[in-house]
């Protein structure tokens, strides 16, 4: 079986990282094929990649891509949470049990917040992802989600993110959604914004820098009392 876990050009697995971001792009909600070659979804999530490396390049960060087997969540299977899992146990292996943080686009965003029940993964930064209304919550306690959506997504209701994050608030999880004035389900408009914010929370939640402002509170995201829905368009 071909290894899951991918490094972003510049990074390779070893024992010297201190912490991890690991990178799961979109898929489709039923296929069995696996991705192509030309993977669009994945090339997608490259300019995510070059961005936490930049935001992290004074640290050991790891940065690196999760490889899927099937391009689909694929009903129960959940096909691509088993294949974070496997880059998780990658990872333990040749770095042993170093913070990750795991930042999801769409599919990957609903993979990320379910893989986050391993004990490593410190939190999650999921763009667009994709909520449905059973999604469970309740293993995300003591970790950080900040989710990001425009809500003119014609794929991924934004709607269904901030409910998931209203539920996810009720169990005690530190949370924050960001309402993104373009950009859509590619994320294509605005797309340095995407990149700068999604770098941004992802080295907070690795504790190596603040949260940019107007995305945390005093003690970094806000707590379970707290407003969910931050406001349209931040500027940083």
Partial sequence: MRAALIPAPGHRLSQGATAAVLLLHGGRADALSPPPRLNLPALRMRPFA????????????LVAH???????WNGHHAHPVADVRRALDELRAAAGP?????VGHSMGGRAALRAAEDPQVEGVVALAPWCPPDEPTAHLRARGVVALHDEHDRVTRAADTWAYLARVRKAGVRVRGVRMPRGGHAMIGDAGLWHRITAGAAAALLGLAPFPDGLGGPGGLDGPDANTIGPPGPQW
């Fill in 66 to 72: 999760v490889r899927y087997r099937y391009r689909g």
């Fill in 50 to 61: 070059t961005a936490v490396t930049r935001a992290t390049a004074h640290e050991d960060v």
């Fill in 98 to 102: 170093i913070p990750v943080v795991l």
